[in-house]
Structures are given as structure tokens and as C-alpha cells.
């Protein structure tokens, strides 16, 4: 039986419309997760969107519509957006539906009955945009500090979580499993975090309705992180089919972006350790994407949406500039200029370039059919270094380092031809060392269509298609087809066809 892999994205929040900073985190976990299935792992890959709360609700009553309506319409964005970036998610989760109220009212029950759940009056400082109360210490300037707007005093009866009571236990958990939180310098962050003191939180509102009802006290729904962390547990059935998350749970990777890392790191753990559950495998928080140096924000005129640029550098072009462009966990800066400087060099000029001129000398040279790969090829170490290398980057979760390995077999194998120079044999009249220089590269156009197909999707998946291999990259299965030669593929017809990559002239 495969294993399960499970994948989280964040849930993002229906106030926003889909930006480049969520298709960042989306388009990386869509990567990891057509990795492992390329292993012939049992795959789950969730994304989904976040639809409670206050700031929702005065959204939708600013526009003379219901929460509900609201929702509908704004989620529907974040389903556009993935399809226009070929993500492949498995299930698309939505806190307002009913499985999450199922599993939310069990999840709270079982944290209650359990008592780490006690009813207080709280007077504090409330950010609506991001949901979350703050001290007079975290404030900077007297503002929010992730939003940088005034929070509001507010005070009112809820229920809240023991926080407090998890200090140690937190403490104890991450110095057993230092790789829970990753990178490094995120998990320090963690625990200087929690060694400051941990703070029981409020997790209910009797001042607004949009949200789902504490099953013991329905006058009271609940806080909207609380609510909307669960959704990882909904998903694999907590709550409705034990057998299900029991099989799946715990998540191997939530992956986010780092000012949302205490909620994942901190209270999310903390509220499984009450209900009684597993951790996460590995929580990993990436950095900022930047533009002209500040982070995207929906009030900002940085905010660049994947529309914007998938029409002029297609699904795969924005994919590989995002995972390959910038080292996941640290800070990015982008730019339209890198973008298509990055696209020309590495897609059109090497990738595209060296399908082109391949498939144009078979097709003269060969009778338009794969000739035999020599089975001692002089591509074959370059080959297997470079699936050895992407084995080694993903479980640290280095894309760049793993398909810079891709390319570097590109770059081999563009260098090969240039050494051997086939069309010189050719002209020569010498056929079998013609068919030679070119069966090996044509094994390795395979293997690069393998690899680099949980990347660039559609342009490895119509490569393969012109080499003659029956199917999709997709189908494939790691180790045993990244093995020089595991494929027969000798006598396949062959299709030049169009520049998978043509060349862009920046247009801004």
C-alpha cells in the first residue's frame, strides 16, 4: 500500500483577493505534492479559504449582502486562481461548509470536556483585520503590527483557551523534535515566542453571529484562528470518519507564510495536545514575497494578481520564476524585469532550445524515431546526479536547489551537443555515431520531462508527447523511470513541433 502524504496550504482569507503571495505558498505545495505522487504516494493536497469572522461580516454588510453571499463570491476567486496555475489540489475546503461545523463542534467539545476551555470577561485590544487581540506591547506606534491600523478596545464574556498550561509541554515537544518547525531561524522565533510566557486567548464572541456555534453554549460562536485551524483536522474526517484521520493525520507538511507562524506553531499545536491528537510533521514558514521592497497587502498598489501575469508567461512560466527564482523560507523580492529575464535564459533559451534543436536533428537525421540510448551514455551520470539531488533538496523543502539540479542536466546536455556536434557526423555520412549523440539526448529530454513535470506541468507533459512515450510525466513512477534507459523508447515516432518556450519582449 502507498503511503500518505499529506500537504497543507493556509486557508486564505475571503477579504482578500488571490494575489501573488498566496499563489507563492499555493504553487509550492502543488510542486511537493506532484513530487510524491510521482513516488506513488497516496496524496492529499488541501488549499481552501477562511470565511468567518467580523471582518467578513462588516464586508458583507457594507454591500447590502449576506456573510454567506459574500463568501460565495470571494472564495470562488481563490478557485480561479489555482485553476489558472494548474494547481492540483485534492480538496478545496471552505470553513462555512457543513463538515467543517462538524468538525469544529467535536474538536471544541473534546478540548472542552477535556478543561482547557473556561468562560471569563476580557477586556483587550482588537485588530479586525487580522483577527487577533494585542497588548499594549505588541502595538507598534499604537497600530497593528501586521496591518499598521488602530485596534479597537474591546470587552466582552468568552470562553477561553488555557494557553498557558502548554508552555512546557510546547517547549519539551520541539527540543524532542527540533525539525517540526522549519527553517531554523523560524523555530527559534518559535521559542523565544513561548519562553516570553504564553497568554490563555479568547476563542468565542457573543457580539457577532458569522461564525460557527460552541455546541455547549450556543450563544457564543467561535473565534475565527480557532475555528479556522481545524480545518486540517476536517479534512481527513475528524470527527465524522475516524478511520479516515486516523489513516491520514498527522499533516507531514503545513506549509505558510511567517506572520501567520505563531498561529500554526503555537496555538495549533497547543489545541491538539488538549484535544488529545498528534502534532504536524513539519511546519514550514516561508518568507515574504516583496515588491519594490514592501510586503503585498490588499490596500497597497503592490498587489499583483496571477492573472496579471500568466497571459504573457503562461502556467508554467509563473511556476517556475516563483519555486526556482527565489530560495523558499527567506524573503523575495520580485520584479516584472527578473521575471523575463528568467524566462528567456532558463525556459526559452535552455529548456526550450535544447528540446528544439533535439527534436529538429532526429527528425532530419534519424527518420523522425528515437534511436537507441547508449546504455554507457556520457549523459547518464549527469542524469542520475541530478534525480539524486532533487531526492536530497525535497525533504528540506529546497525547489530551487532541486530543479537547479534539472537544469544543470540542461545545461549538460545542451554543452554534450555542442562537443559532439552531431550534424558534423551526419554531414560526415557516420549514422550510428549520428544516432549515438542524439539517442542520448533524447533519453535525457525524458528524464528531463519527468522531473522537471511537478514544475512545469504543460510543457513536460507535451514534451513527452513528441518523444513518443505513451502517456503523462504524471504516470510515471520514482525511482524506477528516472533510471537511464528504464524506459524503451527506441523506434518511438518523434514531433518537432512549435517552441515550447518562445521568447518574451518585456511589454511594461
Known amino acids: 500500500m502507498s503511503d500518505s502524504f499529506y500537504v497543507t496550504t493556509p486557508i486564505y482569507y475571503v477579504n482578500d483577493a488571490p494575489h501573488i503571495g498566496h499563489a507563492y505558498t499555493t504553487v509550492h505545495a502543488d510542486v511537493l505534492a506532484r513530487w510524491r505522487r510521482l513516488h506513488g504516494d497516496d496524496v492529499l493536497f488541501l488549499t481552501g479559504t477562511d470565511e468567518h469572522g467580523l471582518k467578513i461580516q462588516r464586508a458583507a454588510e457594507e454591500r447590502g449582502v449576506s456573510p454567506q453571499e459574500w ?85 466582552e464574556e468568552n470562553y477561553f483557551f488555557q494557553l498557558s498550561r502548554f508552555e512546557q509541554p510546547l517547549l519539551d515537544y520541539y527540543a524532542a523534535h527540533p525539525e517540526a518547525v522549519q527553517p531554523d531561524g523560524k523555530r527559534n522565533e518559535v521559542l523565544g515566542f513561548i519562553k516570553q510566557g504564553l497568554r490563555d486567548f479568547s476563542m468565542s464572541r457573543t457580539s457577532i453571529t458569522w461564525g460557527i456555534p460552541l455546541p455547549w453554549d450556543p450563544n457564543h460562536v467561535t473565534y475565527v484562528w480557532y475555528d479556522a485551524l481545524i480545518n486540517y483536522a476536517t479534512a481527513v474526517g475528524f470527527g465524522a470518519d475516524p478511520a479516515e484521520f486516523a489513516r491520514r493525520w498527522p499533516v507531514q507538511y503545513h506549509l505558510l507564510a511567517k506572520d501567520i507562524l505563531r498561529f500554526h506553531a503555537v496555538y495549533w499545536p497547543a489545541m491538539l495536545m488538549a484535544a488529545g491528537l498528534p502534532l504536524p510533521e513539519h511546519v514550514f514558514a516561508h518568507g515574504y514575497l516583496l515588491v519594490g521592497g514592501e510586503k503585498m497587502s490588499k490596500t497597497s498598489l503592490n498587489n499583483i494578481a496571477p492573472a496579471d501575469l500568466v497571459p504573457e508567461f503562461g502556467s508554467d512560466g509563473f511556476r517556475y520564476h516563483f519555486v526556482t527564482d527565489l530560495h523558499f523560507g527567506q524573503d523575495g523580492d520580485f520584479s516584472y524585469e527578473g521575471m523575463v529575464a528568467r524566462y528567456n535564459a532558463d525556459l526559452a533559451n535552455n529548456f526550450g532550445n535544447l528540446a528544439s534543436r533535439v527534436l529538429n536533428m532526429a ?109 503523462t510525466p504524471e504516470q510515471a513512477r520514482l525511482p524506477e523511470s528516472a533510471q537511464w534507459g528504464s524506459v524503451p523508447t527506441a523506434g518511438n515516432p518523434l514531433e518537432k513541433g512549435a517552441a515550447l518556450f518562445p521568447r518574451l519582449e518585456p511589454t511594461l
Not at 90 to 106: G, K, L, N
Not at 134 to 140: F, G, P, S
Not at 408 to 437: C, F
Open 71 to 155: 463568501a460565495d463570491t470571494t472564495s470562488a476567486r481563490f478557485r480561479d486562481a489555482w485553476t489558472l496555475l494548474d494547481i492540483s489540489n485534492d480538496d478545496f475546503i471552505r470553513t462555512t461548509e457543513d463538515r467543517h461545523r462538524v468538525s469544529v463542534q467535536a474538536f471544541l467539545q473534546e478540548v472542552y470536556d477535556n478543561g482547557y476551555i473556561a468562560l471569563d470577561t476580557y477586556e483587550g485590544l482588537y485588530c479586525v483585520a487580522c483577527e487577533a487581540y494585542y497588548t499594549d506591547d505588541d502595538l507598534v506606534d499604537g497600530l497593528c503590527p501586521i496591518h499598521r491600523r488602530p485596534v479597537e478596545t474591546v470587552t
Open 363 to 471: 527528425m532530419s537525421y534519424c527518420d523522425g524515431r528515437v534511436p537507441d540510448a547508449r546504455a554507457d551514455g556520457p549523459l547518464r551520470a549527469q542524469a542520475a546526479v541530478a534525480f539524486e539531488t532533487m531526492e536530497a533538496a525535497f525533504p528540506a523543502l529546497d525547489f530551487s536547489g532541486a530543479f537547479g539540479a534539472v537544469w544543470q542536466l540542461i545545461r549538460d546536455a545542451n554543452a554534450y551537443i555542442e562537443d559532439s556536434a552531431p550534424w558534423k557526423t551526419h554531414k560526415a555520412g557516420d549514422a550510428a555515431a549520428t544516432a549515438a549523440v542524439l539517442g542520448d539526448c533524447l533519453e535525457t529530454l525524458r528524464i528531463v520531462a519527468l522531473l522537471a513535470s511537478p514544475l512545469i506541468p504543460r510543457a513536460a507533459t507535451e514534451l513527452w508527447r513528441r518523444l513518443g512515450l505513451d502517456g
